[in-house]
């Protein structure tokens, strides 16, 4: 399932293009992630953006993950770097055997 939401900013708010291809990166690496660990049926994707923030959630309804704040493999060492590089946070929510969330805040930056 994918969920679409549009704020009222949505029109005024923009990136740059080192923001679009980090949180997209970010994206693909927790898609590639799910795929190949979570085991899951299904998969939420949300972008919300505000004035003040662009904020990606994905969920999965997949095994979860043992210590959701490990960055030993790769992927999510490639997620805390990328997420730092454009002064955003990340932080993961899993609950063995039902899900992971993955919520990344990124700062609206003036162009």
């Not at 979570?38 to 949300?46: I, R, Y």
């Not at 003040?52 to 805390?80: C, F, M, P």
């Not at 997420?83 to 609206?108: E, W």
């Amino acid at each position: 399932k994918i969920k679409y939401y549009q704020s009222s900013a949505a029109d005024t708010v923009s990136m740059t293009n080192e923001v679009k291809l980090n949180v997209f990166r970010i994206f693909q690496e927790l898609i590639t992630n799910t795929l190949k660990h979570a085991q899951a049926t299904e998969l939420k994707v949300q972008l919300r953006c505000t004035l003040k923030y662009s904020v990606l959630i994905i969920e999965d309804n997949g095994v979860g993950l043992q210590h959701a704040d490990d960055t030993a493999g790769i992927g999510l060492r490639n997620i805390a770097f990328r997420t730092d590089t454009i002064n955003g946070k990340f932080k993961f929510k899993t609950a063995l055997g039902r899900f992971t969330r993955c919520i990344v805040f990124v700062p609206q930056t003036k162009l």
